[in-house]
């Protein structure tokens, strides 16, 4: 039988680690993106990727505006992780020749009809940005956020336009920027003689251009604009402003500038803008929380030691009836709790979820991710989610049948469907919302059936084959028989109640990760750059160590005081950190986000509801194993009659 059912399982790994390294062979070439190498006059393909709002948190379709348009609009092959993520490329109008500068180029003319001109006014006052991408570079906007000497800062794309007074004017009026001026910075390796792409920035203007005689479309003649003396504005009106009947010309000037940082290292500008002290002292806060709790749990270990000897050395049974604590309640500290189908599940989807977690970080520290392309971070979760289907199966039937359950098909069929059946049905209603806003982030409807069907025929099904396996192994042995009548638990201070317990718990595992969930949160809803995975795994180690100590304290507590209703506690326990997150996250939507459409605001609570949900399951299971080793250790230590 062990051969038969060893079979299935085989083969399932062998066929999943196939498909993962083909995803990472097709993306990656196993070694990270491979460079392109330019030379002059090669066609560079200037892409748009839409526009977006951190107002309103709904990416729109660039060409859903009046904007200059390509003679046929062709969309890029995308894998399902940027599906999901709604990150969508197309080619633009704007043409590049490697090394090749541009000055005053004509894409279009357009006149503004009321539709139109309402359109770009909505967009101007929700602040939408116009993102774009060039080898897989985005185009980043270069400012200073506070003096001149300060440091450039990168912002992701760049305004649309802006709304505000000109001259004298009364009324506010709204005007567009028309005239890009591209930089394209390059690194040339002389050994090689290869040149490549390091840098894609933008400085937009807001020009009304004028021009004399007939329109010659790109002909043109611009008596605002003169390639010849390289000069862009010479006697402009002003800025273009958005109105009905008038007339928009968007141009665009392109420069080089040779660089001397490396194709490898290209992304470092961007990424350094981040404050690598915060990290750093984010790291530092967690660390002397461990040296706190350590400290407790020194002392709790010395006087759990001392407890042991002092009961294994008695000789007589009345002095073994004198003790009292912990070792009272032996007989029912090991009895199944209420509702242990469901402790189960969840301690074996947040094993599923461990193992996505440190594969992703490992897979990114070792260069296999990349910042460029979030869309191959969202897949690669997602296969490691499929993988690791295996390893819920197979725990949550290992402590299902330790609990004295019979039907491991039940067990498996609730772990199958519990967690991604909630996290579907959340992430549908979203998407609903997202449809009926027409926004471009929508998942069209066959990738929410593709993402059904690896659901349920490939993740379900390896959940099966895991609690098969897992219940056809020998029940994990209680180190203490269990006592066939419930003992009575004593009253218990008001302080050792589960709600200032659970309260309690969490407090300090979420002081060890609020710096990182605060750049998370800014680069998620802020469209900011964020790629630490380097600074991630040992927060996220912190965070795992500080979980499992403060849950030990706390289970050693209860057990102190005769309360043997350790399993829920232990993982309740540490999974409130997820309440303090979602505290946080509401704080920082009053604080620093401008949300006011109802729409948006319920994609923010829901997107964080099941953020929240999903870091309940994982710290809650890493209490729990931790609070479970503690209890078999100590309980199989003393000589119980």
């Keep these: 039988m062990a051969s038969r059912s060893s079979l299935p399982v085989r083969t399932l790994t062998i066929s999943l680690s196939f498909l993962l390294l083909f995803h990472y062979v097709h993306c990656f070439n196993f070694f990270g993106i491979r460079p392109v190498d330019f030379k002059k006059g090669d066609d560079l393909k200037v892409k748009v990727k839409g526009l977006t709002s951190t107002k309103t948190q709904l990416p729109v379709s660039y060409y859903s505006l009046p904007f200059c348009r390509p003679e046929k609009i062709e969309d890029d092959a995308e894998n399902l992780g940027e599906i999901l993520l709604g990150d969508r490329s197309q080619n633009s109008p704007y043409v590049a020749k490697m090394l090749e500068h541009r000055l005053c180029n004509i894409i279009c003319r357009i006149e503004l009809d009321s539709e139109g001109a309402e359109k770009l006014k909505k967009k101007i006052e929700d602040e939408y940005m116009v993102q774009m991408i060039l080898d897989n570079l985005p185009l980043v906007h270069p400012i200073r956020i506070f003096e001149h000497e300060s440091p450039l800062a990168y912002q992701l794309g760049f305004h649309m336009g802006l709304k505000g007074y000109y001259s004298e004017e009364q009324a506010e009026k709204y005007f567009i920027y028309n005239h890009l001026l591209f930089t394209i910075k390059y690194y040339h390796d002389l050994r090689a003689n290869s040149t490549r792409i390091v840098g894609f920035e933008v400085k937009p203007f807001s020009i009304k251009h004028e021009y004399n005689g007939k329109w010659k479309e790109r002909n043109t003649r611009l008596s605002t604009c003169d390639p010849i003396s390289k000069v862009t504005v010479i006697n402009s009106d002003g800025p273009q402003v958005v109105e009905e009947g008038k007339e928009i010309i968007f141009t665009y000037d392109i420069e080089y500038q040779e660089s001397e940082v490396d194709w490898p290292a290209r992304w470092d500008a961007y990424l350094a803008t981040r404050d690598d002290q915060m990290h750093w002292f984010s790291i530092l806060n967690g660390l002397e929380s461990i040296l706190v709790i350590s400290g407790i749990l020194a002392v709790i270990v010395w006087r759990i030691h001392r407890d042991i000897f002092n ?331």
Excluded at 570 to 580: D, E, K, N, W
């Design 311 to 641: 009961y294994n050395d008695l000789e007589t049974q009345d002095r073994a009836q004198k003790a009292t604590g912990w070792k009272l309640i032996h007989g029912d500290v090991f009895r199944p709790p209420c509702n242990s189908d469901l402790l189960c599940v969840h301690v074996g989807t947040g094993v599923q979820i461990l193992g996505m977690i440190l594969g992703t970080m490992l897979l990114a520290i070792l260069g296999l991710l990349s910042p460029c392309s979030k869309g191959d971070l969202i897949t690669t979760m997602l296969l490691l989610w499929i993988f690791m289907s295996l390893c819920a199966g197979y725990v949550s039937a290992r402590l299902y049948k330790m609990f004295n359950g019979s039907d491991w098909k039940k067990i498996a069929f609730k772990t199958a469907f519990t967690f991604p059946s909630v996290i579907y049905i959340i992430f549908s209603l979203l998407n609903a919302l997202l449809w009926a806003q027409k926004s471009s982030v929508e998942v069209p409807s066959w990738a929410m059936f593709v993402l059904l069907l690896l659901w349920i025929g490939i993740s379900a099904p390896l959940v099966f084959v895991g609690s098969y396996v897992g219940f056809k192994k020998e029940a994990i042995e209680k180190p203490v028989k269990t006592n066939s009548l419930h003992r009575q638990i004593p009253r218990q201070s008001w302080y050792m109640n589960p709600i200032p317990i659970v309260l309690i718990g969490g407090i300090l595992p979420f002081s060890t990760v609020f710096v990182e969930l605060s750049f998370s949160l800014t680069a998620t809803w802020l469209n900011q750059f964020y790629w630490f995975f380097g600074f991630h795994l040992p927060v996220f180690v912190i965070l795992t160590v500080t979980c499992a100590e403060i849950s030990i304290m706390l289970c050693y507590l209860q057990l102190c005081r005769e309360d043997y209703r350790w399993w829920w506690r232990s993982y309740i326990t540490s999974g409130s950190v997820a309440i303090y997150l979602f505290l946080y996250s509401i704080s920082y939507f009053s604080k620093s986000l401008e949300i006011t459409k109802l729409i948006s605001v319920l994609l923010y609570i829901g997107y964080m509801l099941v953020a929240s949900y999903a870091f309940f399951v994982l710290t809650g299971t890493i209490g729990f194993f931790a609070c479970f080793w503690f209890t078999r250790v100590i309980y199989s230590s003393v000589k119980f009659d």
